[in-house]
């Protein structure tokens, strides 16, 4: 059944009422504060219309009503109006950008949680780029005494990794310059994935000379690519408990049960590509965030998904500016990462 205008405008109504005061909402106070040109008692045949259909719940007799999981879905997909970042949440993202290099991506990864944390009032996540889907984009070697030499790995997402090698003897800068081009040469455009026993036999089919330099080295940069994948940073753990939903032990248990979880987290964090999801309630898969709501969007270069940014709150969260933030914060990043890893 489709909802008319009236109730499409009630439902509407009530949804932003409870969102900002956290009380269940009543037929008077939507008549006093929304002026419809309706009384009170057509306001309240409406709503219980509402509830009849699992728009609204009652949480007790003679309370007003609350929205339901339902309704919050509706009012996301036909009802809201996203809300553009005010000056102060624009002007905190670009002082963010302004202060941080972003010359490597776990370094902005790290603390734009942060940022995201402050503005919205919620516990932030941000899911670091995948290792494994990335490709070498440069190795450099340098050698740090006779037998120490170290790793530089950059990835086309920007991500950095060093690494000590310890080699068997002493080698010259002209063979340590060969073995770096070479390496560059094999490895480069390639994602960790792509580097089998197939590549790593062809480098040392190619330097014959140097197998048992190349035994040292290969290894220890292969592990060191495969042993780092994806990270997710949390930041802004304790806010959701400023929300009287959160004065509910239980709730409060299982939520902290998630944050303890990170497996759950990179599961939550890594379900698609899409730009922009909301999960509300129910519609979440672990039981531990079946009270709270879920907004991620990815950030990107390109077509390329890197990781995502996200926060965890309550139902009752203010939706239309949260979209809007992350909207603001990942176009931002993404205009960003593509400038710098273009370069």
């Given at each position: 059944?489709?909802?008319?205008d009236r109730k499409r405008t009630i439902l509407r109504a009530v949804i932003i009422d409870y969102i900002d005061t956290a009380e269940p909402v009543g037929s008077r106070t939507i008549a006093k504060k929304y002026e419809m040109g309706i009384s009170s008692a057509t306001i309240r045949?409406?709503?219980?219309?509402?509830?009849?259909?699992?728009?609204?719940?009652q949480p007790h007799t003679s309370a007003g009503r609350i929205p339901s999981d339902k309704g919050y879905r509706f009012f996301v997909n036909e009802l809201m109006e996203l809300q553009r970042p005010s000056s102060y949440e624009i002007e905190a993202v670009r002082n963010f950008f302004d202060r941080t290099t972003i010359d490597e991506i776990d370094n902005?990864?790290?603390?734009?949680?942060?940022?995201?944390?402050?503005?919205?009032?919620?516990?932030?996540?941000?899911?670091?780029?995948?290792?494994?889907?990335?490709s070498v984009k440069s190795i450099q070697l340098i050698q740090m005494s006779l037998t120490d030499i170290i790793a530089v790995i950059v990835t086309d997402t920007g991500i950095v990794r060093h690494c000590k090698i310890k080699i068997p003897k002493p080698i010259s800068s002209n063979t340590l310059t060969a073995i770096n081009n070479m390496l560059n040469e094999k490895l480069t455009g390639l994602t960790i994935e792509d580097i089998d026993l197939s590549v790593i036999?062809?480098?040392?089919?190619?330097?014959?000379?140097?197998?048992?330099?190349?035994?040292?080295?290969?290894?220890?940069?292969?592990?060191s690519l495969k042993s780092f994948d994806c990270d997710i940073f949390l930041d802004g753990t304790t806010n959701i408990f400023h929300y009287p939903e959160y004065n509910d032990i239980e709730k409060a248990k299982n939520f902290l049960s998630l944050l303890e979880h990170k497996e759950k987290l990179l599961d939550i964090f890594s379900e698609d590509d899409s730009n922009i999801t909301v999960s509300i309630g129910?519609?979440?898969i672990y039981d531990e965030v079946k009270d709270c709501s879920i907004v991620k969007a990815s950030y990107k270069?390109?077509?390329?998904?890197?990781?995502?940014?996200?926060?965890?709150?309550?139902?009752?969260?203010?939706y239309a500016k949260v979209i809007g933030i992350l909207k603001y914060l990942t176009d931002t990043l993404n205009y960003i990462l593509k400038n710098q890893l273009d370069e």
């Open positions: 059944m489709s909802l008319g045949n409406e709503m219980a219309d509402l509830e009849e259909l699992g728009y609204l719940e902005i990864i790290k603390q734009i949680s942060k940022v995201l944390s402050s503005i919205t009032q919620y516990t932030s996540a941000v899911l670091s780029p995948s290792v494994k889907k990335s036999s062809s480098i040392q089919l190619e330097m014959k000379g140097y197998n048992e330099i190349l035994n040292s080295i290969i290894p220890v940069l292969n592990e129910k519609e979440n270069i390109g077509d390329k998904t890197l990781g995502k940014i996200g926060v965890i709150g309550p139902t009752r969260m203010n």
